[in-house]
Structures are given as C-alpha cells and as structure tokens.
C-alpha cells in the first residue's frame, strides 16, 4: 500500500533521477553482466503461466538496455539460457527458447542496436538449440559483427565449465598440429580461445544475480575472478531501474584490489 502511494505522489521517480546523476558522476562498470533469475517463481507468485513469466522477463531485459546504454556501459552480458536449462520440462524450454528467439528478432530491427553501434554475440554451444534459433542468432551476428562501440552477450545454451573445456581443446588441437607448443600456452592464450575472446573487456565488473540465490551457477567462471558480486532479493520480472543503480552505487562504494 505505501509503495503504491509513493509511486502516485512520483518520489519513486525524484528517487531514481537523483540516484542517477549520483551514480552518474561516478566511475562507472565498463562490463556488466547479469544472470534473469526468477522468471518462473514470479509467474507462480502472480499465478500466472510460465509462458508470461519469461514474457515479462524479456521486456525487461528490454529496459535493461537502455538503463545501460542510459549510463555509458560499453559491454552487458545476460545469462539468458544454461545448458542444465535443458533438463527442464519440454514445455518449459520450449517457452524460453521461443522468447528468446522472439528477442533476437526484435533485436535486429532494434533503432538501439544500429544507433549505438552494439555488437550482439551468443556466447555457449549454439549447436544445441533448435535450427531457426540457430540461424536467427547467425543472421543477427552478422549484421552487427562490425559494430564496435558497444557489445551485447547473451550466454545461451552456456556453461563456465564446459567453456573451459572448449578452450583446452582447441588448444590441445594446435598443440597436436604443432602450431604452439605447450610452453606458449599462458593466460592470454587461453583468453584468446573462449567465448568472449572478440570483447575489449572480456572481465565484468560488475555480476548481478536476482531472485535471491547467492551462486554463479558456472556463469564466466574464468571471467568472474575479480569481479564484484551483487545478489539481489527480486525476481528479474519485478527488478527495477532503482535497484540496478543501487548495486552500481554499492559497487562504486568498493575497493576493488584485483587479488593485491
């Protein structure tokens, strides 16, 4: 009830334009990244199919852009599918993948996109989804595979374990072929063979998880090593600009010593 009449007397909004220019003035993340936890709990508490949980999950990773392109953040990677995700029912994944290929559509037609130059790559094993996603993802990468002022990720069919694993083999297999020897192989060139090797800034600053859980579930595992975590109580339906700045403004409030 109070939030409800917050909101009509507009503090929520005087709120959030101060938090902005507070977090605004301040260094802020260069790589965000974001894991869209509880899509279907949010459903369920509103009683509503799964299919509109992950409707209302995509339209705000909609406005999740535009808070990001709103504050200068070059790269965002979300966390939009897993490949434990499969082992869901097959009503389920069926109704991920179709909202997330509907995205993808949008996606290429987005004024966002082209306006501000964003570079949008699926990163996982892209060969496990079904065809028409496949292709959809290929077209979109190739309409942007130019465009360098921005980056957009979205981790799909992604596991930080199994990219790990695709990384070593394709290094094994330039060792094997005698490209490199096994003394070239250092952190750099392992950067050089995984999912993210075509970003500046392979490393988010800033991981945020909602729904409550406090894990990774694999998310960039070798890319998260120095990141700032920040787990927030809300479903991703029900995140809002406020608390995206608030966990900018926290991560703002540390001192990030990178292991010194």
């Not at 709120?15 to 949010?42: C, M």
């Not at 490949?83 to 290429?108: C, D, G, H, M, W």
């Not at 991981?207 to 920040?230: C, H, N």
Request: glycine fraction near 4%; hydrophobic fraction near 40%; proline fraction near 3%.
């Amino acid at each position: 009830m109070l939030s409800k009449l917050l909101k009509l007397l507009g503090v929520y909004k005087l709120y959030e334009k101060w938090l902005f220019n507070q977090v605004k003035s301040k260094n802020i993340p260069n790589h965000v990244a974001v894991i869209l936890d509880g899509n279907r709990r949010w459903a369920a508490k509103k009683d509503l199919s799964i299919e509109a949980g992950y409707l209302m999950g995509a339209n705000k990773g909609e406005e999740f852009l535009d808070w990001c392109l709103q504050l200068g953040i070059t790269t965002v990677t979300i966390y939009a599918f897993s490949t434990e995700n499969f082992q869901r029912s097959k009503p389920e994944v069926e109704a991920i993948l179709k909202t997330i290929e509907n995205e993808v559509l949008k996606l290429e037609k987005d004024p966002r996109i082209h306006t501000h130059k964003i570079r949008v790559k699926a990163l996982g094993r892209i060969e496990l989804l079904p065809e028409s996603l496949r292709e959809n993802l290929k077209r979109l990468e190739e309409l942007t595979k130019n465009y360098n002022q921005h980056y957009l990720n979205i981790a799909i069919a992604y596991g930080g374990r199994i990219e790990i694993i695709d990384a070593t083999k394709k290094i094994a297999e330039k060792v094997l072929r005698k490209e490199i020897s096994i003394e070239d192989i250092n952190e750099d060139l392992f950067k050089e063979h995984l999912y993210t090797a075509h970003l500046p800034n392979p490393y988010p600053d800033l991981i945020i998880r909602t729904s409550g859980e406090e894990r990774l579930s694999g998310f960039l595992l070798w890319q998260s090593a120095y990141s700032e975590l920040s787990f927030l109580d809300v479903y991703w339906p029900d995140f809002r600009k406020i608390d995206f700045l608030r966990a900018i403004r926290t991560y703002q409030q540390r001192k990030r010593r990178f292991g010194k």
